[in-house]
Nanobody
Framework: QVQLVESGGGLVQPGGSLNLSCSAP????????MGWYRQAPENQRDLVAS???????DYADSVKGRFTISRDNAKRLMYLQMNSLKPEDTAVYYC?????????????WGEGTQVTVSS
């Protein structure tokens, strides 16, 4: 059973910051693309940001310039630094590990951490 463990969610005022972290087993962290997804009530789960094992990053347009994804391979931790938070960033944030094969995709999810942006 692969466990991805998130931490760092909470309640923050608009304009504030939060830093999420996710830990993964070594054999996953070493080769899988790691990412953050979020899901607000009645919405689908959308990609927020991802980082490959080689460090290439990708961001949703809505968070570019505000969020930064990073990974520490030695500690097996992935981070999402979220700045200038807006109420529309409110959602459950999920850690994801994904490896694409020619005819299959292997992926794992964390249980999610709630981020609420409200005054």
């Amino acid at each position: 059973q692969v466990q991805l463990v998130e931490s760092g969610g909470g309640l923050v005022q608009p304009g504030g910051s939060l830093n999420l972290s996710c830990s993964a087993p070594a054999h996953i962290f070493r080769v899988y693309t790691m990412g953050w997804y979020r899901q607000a009530p009645e919405n689908q789960r959308d990609l927020v940001a991802s980082v490959t094992s080689g460090g290439l990053t990708d961001y949703a347009d809505s968070v570019k310039g505000r969020f930064t994804i990073s990974r520490d391979n030695a500690k097996r931790l992935m981070y999402l630094q979220m700045n200038s938070l807006k109420p529309e960033d409110t959602a459950v944030y999920y850690c994801n590990a994904r490896l694409v094969f020619p005819s299959d995709v292997d992926e794992y999810w964390g249980e999610g951490t709630q981020v609420t942006v409200s005054s």
